[in-house]
């Protein structure tokens, strides 16, 4: 995993929590991040494959994220997250973050 920024600097702006169901098909948020989102927090039940950018669809050979881990990761405006499990379907949790 990358570099954390951090999390200190950073705060979950309020109602913006979304969970994304992972399964065998790629799933991607339903509500586009807010303009003032620089950071995501991702933190999924199972093991995950995810992509960002404006129109991410995750694939098996993507960035891995393991069950229970937790990552914090720079979007940009138009950004989409797109998430697909990796062995076993769960739930990933994103917040939407700002300084």
Do not use: C, H, W
């Not at 992972?22 to 807010?34: I, M, P, R």
């Not at 669809?57 to 393991?66: E, G, H, N, S």
Request: no cysteine; proline share 5%.
């Amino acid at each position: 995993m990358g570099t954390q920024p951090n999390q200190s600097v950073y705060r979950p702006i309020v109602g913006t929590g979304q969970n994304i169901t992972s399964s065998g098909t790629a799933a991607n948020n339903s509500t586009a991040f807010q303009a003032n989102t620089s950071i995501i927090r991702i933190a999924p039940t199972q093991a995950i494959r995810y992509r960002i950018g404006p129109s991410a669809v995750a694939v098996a050979t993507d960035t891995l994220l393991p069950a229970g881990a937790v990552e914090y990761v720079g979007i940009a405006k138009g950004d989409r997250l797109s998430v697909i499990q990796d062995s076993t379907g769960g739930t990933v949790s994103v917040t939407e973050m700002t300084r």
